[in-house]
C-alpha cells in the first residue's frame, strides 16, 4: 500500500474496523512513521440502469454520490451517514439479483432514503431529479404525444411546456387554492408544510401515480383559474334538470349551453316534457333587438332570450351578429381560432324550427332532446371540437326510444349525434323490450336512479345521502343533483411498488380533486349545490393491467383500503378547510387520453388486444410532425381529411391480459358489480360489449348459402363463419343479465362487440412479433424544440369509450373484405347533410376506386334533380313517417336506397 506522504510501497496496520464505507485499516509506513486510513470494499458483478428511453448504461457509483451529495450542500448531515446511506442504496440494488434495473426505481429509492435523513435535501433532490430526468410517459411515446397536443400550454417565450413544467403549474395553482380559501377566512396557514406537501405531490403526478383530469392538466394554476377565475372549467361533469322547467324556463338550455363551451360534459333529462304550453312570440309588439357581445356569455344570453320569447309569448327576438369576431380570427384565453357567427345563426334557426313545431301545445320530450342535441353541434362548430351529453328519458316513452332511430327519424342524424341516451330504470321492471333495443342498436343505456340515491358503495347500508341526486353525468360515473358540477381524478396502482405507496398517492389525488370544489363557479344554483356536496371522484385506471399482474385478490385488498384511507383523509382536511366531508369520493372513469399519458388501460375496460398499433391524427401544419418523423413514428395521410396526417405507434399493455373480445359479456357485468361494491360509491362507468346476433343482413345472406346446390369452398366458409357468430351470440342473455345484476348496479350501457377492422382506426390489433419488429425502428422523441403549439383541449367528459357509439358510426361493418369489384360508368349519390349512412357510402365507393357524383340534395340545384328523379320513381323511393331515408344511389337502371341496400348491389355485383 503506496503511502501518500512518502510513497514508500510498505506499510503495517495499527487498527481495522467496520465502516460506512467498508472496512477501516488505519496504518503506519515504515519508512517515514506517518499514519493513514484506507477503506477496503468487495468488488461486485457489473450493475446496469436502463434508462426511461431504453438505454442501457453501467451503474456508476461515482454518478450517485455527486447528486446525493449536492442534495445536502450545507445541511446538518455528517459524510458518514451519507455514505452509509449511499451504501444501502447500492446493497438494496443488488439484493434485487437482478444485473439490470430502471433509472426510475433507483430515483424512487434514492428519494425515499434522503427524505428519512433531511427533508430539505429531499426537496433538492426531488426538484434536479425530476426536471433532469425523462418523464415517464407510456406506450412508446403515444402518451407524450398525447400531453403535448392537448395539455402542453404555450410559454411567454413561445415555447411549448415540458411535461415538469405543466406538473409545476397544476400544482402551485392547487395549493394558490387552498391558500386563498384558507387566507380569506382568517384561518392558519404554513408555507413550510404547503411546500413540503406540494413537493410530494409534484413528486407523485410527475411519476403519473395519479393525475388530475384532462381539463385540470390543462387549465389548473393557468390564466384561466388565476385571472379569470373560471374554475368551472377544471370541473369534468355536470347535470341540468328540467324537473321544474315550468319556472326554470330556458335556464336548463343555458346552462348546458354554457358548461358545453367551457369544456363540461352534461346531462340533462326530460322531466319537463308537458309543463310547459309554447305561447311563440307575440309579434303584434315590436321586435326586440339584441346585439349579441362578443363573448360565451354573449352566445348563452341569445339562446335564452330567443327561448323565452317562445315560452313566454313576449316580443319576438330580432339578433345584430355584428359584434362578433369573424371567422378564422384567433381565439385568446381556449385558444384556436373563431368560427364566426355562423354556428349561432344556425342553431337560431334550428330552435326556432323546433319551437314553432310546438306552438299551441305543450313540449315534448323529443323537443327538449333536440334542442339541446342542436346546442351541442354549436358548441362543436363554435370550436370547442367536442361536446359530451346525455339524455334521460322515461321507460314508456316511445318517442325518446326511438330518437336515434334515423330511419324513423332521419332529419336527427344531423345533431342526434352528440348525445348518448339512457331511460331511467326502474327495479322490477321488465327488461324484454329494451334488451331487444339494445341487441339492435346499442342503446337505450340504462340509470337506475334509486340505487344512486340509498347507496354509496353497494356493499354497504343504505344512507340515503344522495336522495337529491336527479341524475348522472354523460360517461355516468358520477350521480349529480340539478345543476351540479363535478370533477375527478385518476390514480394508477400499476404506477405504485406497494400498497403503502399507493395509500400515499391517494392523499393526493383526493387532495387534488377537494381542492378544486373550492372554487366558485358563476351559477349561484352551481354554488349552492357544491358548498354544500363537495362530490368528488376519485378514479382508478389500468385495472385490468394490474389484475393480470398481481390478481382480483390483491386489486380487492387495494381498494378496499384505498377506500378507507380517502375517508379519512376527508375527515382531516375537510375539518382543515372548514367544509362539508364530501358527499361521495370514489368512481370509476372511463377515461382515454389521460390514461394513455401514463401508459394505462381505460378505467375498467380490457383493450382491444395485447398489442396493438394506437393512431391519432394531426394537422400536417402542427409543430409536432418533424418530432415524430425523426424518431421514426410512422406517418401517412388522413384518408378522410386532407390537411391531416394520421400517425402510430405500437403498444404493447403488458402481459397475459385479454383482449376485450376475449372476455364474456357476463364477466363484464361482475366486474362492474365488483367496483361498485368495493370501490365506487359514485358510480362505475361501463360500455358492455356483447357478440351479438346476426344481423338482416347476415340472416339472408345464410339462407341463400343453405340452400345453394352446388356451393364453392368461399360458400363452405362463409357459411361456418356465420353460423359460429350465430353459436356465440350474447344478445339472448342482456334480459337476463339486466335482471340479475340490477340490484348491483347504478349505471350502464352496452355495445355489440365488432368484426374486422376498418383503414386508419384508432386502435389496430397486431402479433407480438409485429410489434417488436415496429419498435426496433424507433428513437426517442424530443419535444423541446416546439413552439406555439395550440393544445386541443377536449370535453372534460369526453374520452375514447364514451364517444364510442359516435365512432362506431365510422365503421364499415357491413361492408365485405372480399370486395374489389368496381361498376362501368357513373354512379350518382343523393345525400344530404351530416347523414352517417352517407358518409359510409361515400368513404366505401373512394376506397373501391369506383367513379361516382353526389348530388346534395340540401343545395338548391341537388333539390331540382331529386325532384325530377323522385317522380321518375315514385314507387320505388320509400318513404316513412312521410320521410325520404337517404342515402340513394342510382346507376341509371334501378334505385338503391339506405346504406345496407347500396352495400347489397356490390355485393351481388362482385358474386356475379
Known sequence: ?????????????????????????????????????????????????????????????????????????????????????????????????????????????????????????????????????????GFNGFGEIVYMRTYSRIKEDGYNEQWNETVERVINGTYNLQKRWIKDRGL???????????????????????????????????????????YAALNNCAFVSTEDLKNDLSKPFKFLMDMSMLGVGVGFDTKGQGQIFVKGPDYRRPKEKFVIPDSREGWVESVGRLMDSYFLGIAPMEFSYE???????????????????????????????????????????????????????????????????IALGEIGDENFLDLKNY??????????????????????????????????????????????????????????????????????????????LCNLVETFPMNHESLEDYLRTLKFSYLYAKTVTLGETHWPETNRVLLRNRRIGNSISGIQQFVAEEGLDTFKKWAEAGYQTIQDWDNIYSEWLTVPKSIKTTSIKPSGTVSSVAGATAGMHWPISEYYIRRMRLSKQSELVNPLKKAGIPIEDDLNDKSSYVVEFPVHVGKNIRSEQEVPMLEQFNMVSFLQKYWADNQVSATIKFNPDLNKQEIGELEKLVMKKNKSNRDIERITSLKNKQAISEASEI??????????????????????????????????????????????????????????????????????????????????????????????????????????????LNEKNIEW????????????????????????????????????????????????????YFEKEDEN
Not at 775 to 789: A, D, Q, Y
Not at 854 to 882: A, M, P, Q, S, T
Open 735 to 844: 334480459e337476463h343479465a339486466l335482471n340479475h345484476f340490477q340490484y348491483d348496479l347504478k349505471g350502464i350501457s352496452l355495445l355489440p362487440k365488432r368484426e374486422g377492422v376498418y383503414k386508419q382506426a384508432p386502435f389496430e390489433p397486431i402479433t407480438k412479433e409485429e410489434y417488436l419488429e415496429r419498435t426496433k425502428k424507433l428513437k426517442p422523441i424530443n419535444f423541446s424544440g416546439v413552439k406555439n403549439e395550440k393544445a386541443i383541449v377536449e370535453s372534460g367528459c369526453s374520452n375514447d369509450v364514451c364517444d364510442e357509439k359516435a365512432e362506431e358510426l365510422l365503421i364499415e361493418d357491413n361492408i365485405s373484405n372480399n370486395l374489389n369489384s368496381s361498376k362501368e360508368g357513373k354512379l350518382f349519390l343523393y345525400t344530404t347533410k351530416n347523414c352517417p349512412s352517407c358518409s359510409k357510402t361515400k368513404n366505401f
Open 407 to 484: 330511419n324513423l327519424n332521419p332529419e336527427r342524424a344531423a345533431y342526434g349525434w352528440t348525445s348518448n341516451n339512457s331511460i331511467f330504470a326502474e327495479l322490477g321492471m321488465d327488461y324484454s323490450e329494451i334488451s331487444q333495443r339494445i341487441k339492435e342498436n346499442g342503446e337505450p343505456g340504462l340509470i337506475w336512479l334509486e340505487n344512486i340515491q340509498k347507496y354509496g358503495r353497494m356493499i354497504d347500508a343504505p344512507n340515503g345521502k344522495d336522495k337529491r341526486a336527479k341524475g348522472v353525468n354523460p360517461c355516468v360515473e358520477q350521480s349529480l343533483e340539478t345543476y351540479e
Open 1 to 137: 500500500m503506496e503511502c501518500p506522504y512518502c510513497s514508500h510501497k510498505n506499510s503495517k496496520v495499527t487498527d481495522k474496523r467496520d465502516s460506512p464505507l467498508g472496512i477501516r485499516r488505519r496504518r503506519e509506513c515504515l519508512r517515514c512513521k506517518k499514519r493513514f486510513t484506507t477503506y477496503e470494499k468487495i468488488e461486485r458483478g457489473d450493475l446496469y440502469i436502463i434508462k426511461k428511453d431504453g438505454r442501457r448504461e453501467k451503474f456508476e457509483r461515482n454518478k450517485l454520490e455527486s447528486g446525493i451529495e449536492k442534495a445536502f450542500e450545507k445541511r446538518p448531515v455528517s459524510r458518514d451517514k451519507i455514505q452509509k446511506m449511499i451504501n444501502e442504496i447500492e446493497e438494496q440494488l443488488r439484493k434485487k439479483g437482478k444485473k439490470e434495473i430502471k433509472s426510475s426505481m433507483i430515483g424512487n429509492l434514492v428519494s425515499k432514503k434522503i427524505k428519512r435523513l433531511d427533508e430539505v435535501a429531499y426537496i433538492r433532490f426531488a426538484s434536479v431529479y425530476s426536471k433532469n430526468k425523462k418523464a415517464p410517459f
Open 323 to 389: 359584434n362578433l369576431r369573424p371567422q378564422g380570427e384567433l381565439i385568446k384565453g381556449f385558444g384556436g381560432k373563431s368560427s364566426g357567427p355562423e354556428p349561432l345563426k344556425e342553431l337560431h334557426g334550428d330552435l326556432e324550427s323546433v319551437l314553432k313545431g310546438d306552438i299551441g301545445r305543450p313540449i315534448s320530450s323529443r323537443s327538449i332532446v333536440d334542442m339541446q342535441n342542436m346546442i351541442g353541434k354549436c358548441v362543436v362548430a363554435g370550436n370547442v371540437r367536442r361536446t359530451a351529453e
Open 188 to 230: 392558519e396557514w404554513s408555507d413550510y408544510k404547503a411546500q413540503k406537501s406540494a413537493q410530494e405531490m409534484y413528486d407523485r403526478m410527475f411519476n403519473m401515480k395519479f393525475l388530475p383530469p384532462g381539463r385540470g392538466i390543462w387549465a389548473m394554476g393557468s390564466e384561466v383559474t388565476e385571472e379569470r377565475g373560471l
Open 853 to 904: 357524383e353526389e348530388i346534395n340534395v340540401k343545395e338548391n340545384e341537388g333539390r331540382k334533380k331529386f325532384r325530377n328523379l323522385y317522380k321518375e320513381n315514385r314507387d320505388l323511393i320509400k318513404r316513412e313517417n312521410d320521410a325520404i331515408g337517404f342515402p340513394i344511389l342510382s346507376d341509371g337502371k334501378q334505385i338503391y336506397q339506405g346504406l345496407e341496400n347500396i352495400l347489397g
